[in-house]
């Protein structure tokens, strides 16, 4: 484990955070993604939450670091 983050190079930070925020994006959107099917399937109710959901994920990917290396 690393003991501290200054000993990194600028460039291994910035991928580092680069890799923390499109693993974030990945599991909001996933998560998004699941209520919707859930509330598809009537485990919960739905109030138009799924259309929401999947726009949400979409935007979250959309503006994902990786969005922009892809």
Do not use: C, F
């Amino acid at each position: 484990m690393l003991e501290n983050w200054s000993v990194l190079t600028e460039g291994a930070q910035l991928a580092l955070s680069r890799a923390a925020l499109v693993h974030a994006a990945d599991t909001i959107a996933g998560q998004a993604e699941t209520l919707a099917h859930e509330m598809e399937t009537g485990t919960l109710d739905d109030r138009g939450g799924p259309d929401a959901l999947r726009l949400l994920a979409a935007i979250v990917r959309t503006l994902s670091p990786a969005a922009a290396i892809t």
